[in-house]
């Protein structure tokens, strides 16, 4: 069992940045990639960003050079710049293991707001 434990959401106003972490934990376990999804209110889950095991990376057209996603063994970050009203969303971190079990954390605030 795997279990993800987010941090580094709030409130921010335009411009303005916010890191997100993600650590997982539980018993021995591999890990096929890491990543953050993001659900605004009345929209689907989208993807965010992503990080595989051998550091390839994606990034939705969204937020390609204003986020940076990273990864120290076992902790996702991801590094939000300029943010926009629009980047207003529940953030959740996921990790997928090979063999495709995917794990999720309880997801973070952020509220990108003046």
């Known amino acids: 069992q795997v279990q993800l434990v987010e941090s580094g959401g709030g409130l921010v106003q335009p411009g303005g940045s916010l890191r997100l972490s993600c650590a997982a934990s539980?018993?021995?376990?591999?890990?096929?990639?890491m990543g953050w999804y993001r659900q605004a209110p009345g929209k689907q889950r989208e993807l965010v960003a992503r990080?595989?095991?051998?550091?390839s990376i994606y990034y939705a057209v969204s937020v390609k050079g204003r986020f940076t996603i990273s990864r120290d063994k076992n902790t996702v970050y991801l590094q939000m710049n300029s943010l926009k009203p629009e980047d207003t969303a529940v953030y959740y971190c996921?990790?997928?293991?090979?063999?495709?079990?995917?794990?999720w954390g309880q997801g973070t605030q952020v509220t990108v707001s003046s």
């Open positions: 990080i595989s095991s051998g550091n």
């Open positions: 539980g018993s021995s376990f591999s890990i096929s990639n």
């Open positions: 996921y990790l997928v293991r090979p063999g495709g079990y995917d794990y």
